[in-house]
C-alpha cells in the first residue's frame, strides 16, 4: 500500500483521514495546532501546551474500528469545573506531561487506541496564527476566522516565526506516495499547517503528489464569498505546492478549471459526496484519492 500524509485540521481533516485509511496502512496525519477556542484555548491559557483538539480528533479517525474509544475520547464533560473539555483533550495533554515530549505522547495513545497511522502536530511548541484582512492585524485563530465576514483573509503567519515542525513529520513527506491537504477551514487549518517553513520546504520537495481536496462549501464566516479557485489560490498565494485540485463538480464549489491550469495544477473533477450531497463520503474520495496515486 502506499505511504500517505494528510495535512490540515479539525472535521475536515478527519474526513481525509478516514478516506486514506481505505487504501493505506502506512498514514500520518500532520495536524495544526494553533486553535485557541473552547477546551483547546482554556488547556493553552492554563498549561501552556500546542491545542489538543485538533490532534485528538485525527487519533479518533484513525482509531481502531471499536466505537468505545472514539465515545470515551470525544466525550465532554457536563459540569464542574471540567465543563467542556473533551476527555481526549485532557488524555492527550496528561501523557505529553507524562512523557515530556509530545510526539511521544502522541504515538502512545495511538498504540493504546490501535490507530492505523501516526498523528504528529505540525509545530513542536504552541503557535497563534495572525492574518491580515481589511487591511488591519488580526490575532487568533478564532479571531482571524470570525474576522473573515470584514473582508478577505490575506497574509496569514505563525508566531514565532520559526516554529519548528517534527523530524518525523519532515520524513514522513520526504518518503511519501502521496501528500493530501484536506479539506476544512481553509486559513485557520490549511494554510496555518503550510505556513510552517519546514513543512512548506519538505513539500516542495516532495516525491509524491500533492493534492489538494476542495471544500464542498464555504465556512462562514471565514471563506464567505470564495469559490473553490479562490480555495486553492489562497493556498498557492502563501507558499504552497498543490499538483492536484481534486473537486465535486455538481456537489461542491465553484472551480474555475482554466484558472486552475493557468495556476499550474491540474483540475480533477469527481462525485465526492455523499447520497445527500452534503459531506465528503469517505469511500468516494478514497477511490478518488486512489486514482491519484
Known amino acids: 500500500m502506499p505511504a500517505v500524509v494528510a495535512l490540515g485540521g479539525g472535521h475536515g481533516l478527519g474526513v481525509a483521514l478516514r478516506a486514506i485509511r481505505n487504501y493505506s496502512d502506512t498514514i500520518t496525519a500532520i495536524v495544526s495546532v494553533a486553535d485557541d477556542g473552547g477546551s483547546s484555548g482554556r488547556l493553552r491559557r492554563d498549561l501552556d501546551v500546542p491545542a489538543p483538539g485538533d490532534l485528538r480528533k485525527a487519533l479518533v479517525a484513525l482509531a481502531a474500528d471499536e466505537p468505545g474509544w472514539s465515545r470515551a475520547l470525544e466525550h465532554r464533560f457536563r459540569s464542574g469545573e471540567l465543563e467542556g473539555h473533551a476527555v481526549g483533550n485532557l488524555f492527550l495533554v496528561g501523557l505529553a506531561e507524562s512523557f515530556d515530549d509530545l510526539p511521544t505522547a502522541l504515538a502512545e495513545a495511538g498504540r493504546l487506541i490501535g490507530a492505523v497511522g501516526a498523528v504528529l502536530p505540525a509545530t513542536l511548541d504552541p503557535v497563534v496564527i495572525k492574518a491580515e484582512v481589511a487591511g488591519e492585524p488580526v490575532e ?3 479571531a482571524v476566522a470570525q474576522a473573515g465576514g470584514r473582508g478577505r483573509i490575506e497574509r496569514v503567519e505563525l508566531v514565532p516565526h520559526d516554529a519548528a515542525a517534527p523530524g518525523a513529520a519532515l520524513q514522513a513527506i520526504a518518503a511519501a506516495d502521496q501528500v493530501v491537504l484536506a479539506p476544512g ?9 503550510l505556513c510552517v517553513s519546514d513543512l512548506q520546504a519538505a513539500i516542495a520537495q516532495a516525491p509524491g503528489r500533492v493534492v489538494q481536496v476542495a471544500n464542498l462549501h464555504t465556512e ?34 465553484r472551480v474555475d478549471e482554466d484558472a486552475v491550469r493557468a495556476r499550474g495544477v491540474l ?27
Not at 452534503?278 to 474520495?285: N, Q, R, T, V
Open 220 to 253: 462562514s464566516p471565514e471563506t464567505d464569498g470564495l469559490d473553490g479557485t479562490d480555495h486553492l489560490e489562497a493556498l498557492l498565494d502563501h507558499g504552497a505546492r498543490v499538483d492536484v485540485l481534486l473537486f465535486d463538480r455538481e456537489h461542491g464549489l
Open 185 to 193: 477551514s481553509l486559513y485557520t487549518s490549511v494554510v496555518a499547517v
Open 140 to 142: 487568533g485563530q478564532v
Open 267 to 293: 483540475p480533477v473533477a469527481d462525485d465526492l459526496t455523499d447520497a445527500a450531497g452534503a459531506e465528503h463520503d469517505p469511500e468516494k474520495l478514497a477511490n478518488a484519492l486512489a486514482a491519484l496515486l
